[in-house]
């Protein structure tokens, strides 16, 4: 009895310690949390989506899910062979240049009327709170926190380990403007040493003027937030960022919902929507799209472009991982959506609606 007291007690140590490192970041405190705690998204103690959304579907149960995802015999989720990938020197740009890189999953750059945007950056390892899960796949790590020039603005869409990668966020803190991102997460920046006074934090309808011209608006998304045993004390979001010469739509994680068409109505043509595609699954459907609702949510939207992203770095379900992209496209070429599919660092030309990508997936096992 005194020997299993002991291992529990250990155990009980053990994790207590691991959850709070620095990386589980905090939850709101202070003003913070009154701020969270007077949001009208906020409500019996948590943050909540416009419409009822169970986090599961299915019959499984967590413990199922959690069983069939480590154990499941399913074919082709990780490649075999390296993620196709082009350098682009990122320090030596032309702040002329209207351009967009994706380094994969959720992480891209913009650089748009001389305004440097990074979304998302997961770019020194795993998408989770230790080093040997969620691993990148071959070939999609090419890009490092170091290949990142000074930046405007950070933008963060919530704070899942996949999109909000502390050791990302230190390495580039020196070369960060200011940071954009729903309320509630700006704590986990403040705990980790960086100026309140840079930190835009907004709840879903509220806007910011940003420099020279410049507009952000924070709006709904269907989704989850959390690094540790306290989820949805954060908010998570999506953007429209209203630059002088074009409107693009930062999507972060979402499942399909009425906000697609209310967004649509609420802003004139939308030129590029940069939309989640990939880490579904039927166990947890209201959280994140499949390809065919990726393509109704931009046509909501009223955009003119699709870039399809959330693929292509880390398994975080058990699809092939080429099916995001493969039905995608197929399904946008019979709607006639355009859509833009990059390779891991190949330059997107903003102001070109001509470009043509390849399917660069196909051949890859």
Known sequence: MIITLSILGILAIAIIVFLNQANFGSTPTGERKERVQNSPNYRDG???????????TGDKGMMGMMYDFLFGDYKRVTPIGEIPSVKTDLLSLDRKQDMLVWFGHSSYFIQID???ILVDPVLDG???PVSFVNKPFKGSDLYKT???PDVDYLFISHDHWDHLDYGSVMALKDKVGKIVCGL????HFEKWGFDKSKIIELD???????EDNFM????????????????????????LLQAPSMKIYIGGDSGYDTHFERIGTQFDEIDLAILENGQYGSGWKFIHMM???????????NAKILLPVHSSKFKLANHPWDEPLIEVTRIAEEKNQQTITPMIGEVVNLKDNTQVFSKWWVGIE
């Open 46 to 56: 948590k943050f909540q989506n416009l419409s009822e959304t169970p986090q599961l």
């Open 114 to 116: 001389g305004k440097r």
């Open 126 to 128: 795993a998408a989770s």
């Open 146 to 148: 170091s290949d990142i």
């Open 184 to 187: 509630g997460v700006g704590e």
């Open 204 to 210: 879903w309808e509220e806007n910011a003027a940003l």
């Open 216 to 239: 952000v608006y924070c709006l709904p998304s269907r989704h989850f937030s959390g690094r540790g045993l306290s989820p949805n004390q954060s908010l998570w979001a999506s953007f």
């Open 291 to 301: 390809p065919d609702q990726v393509v109704q949510a931009v046509k909501d939207l």
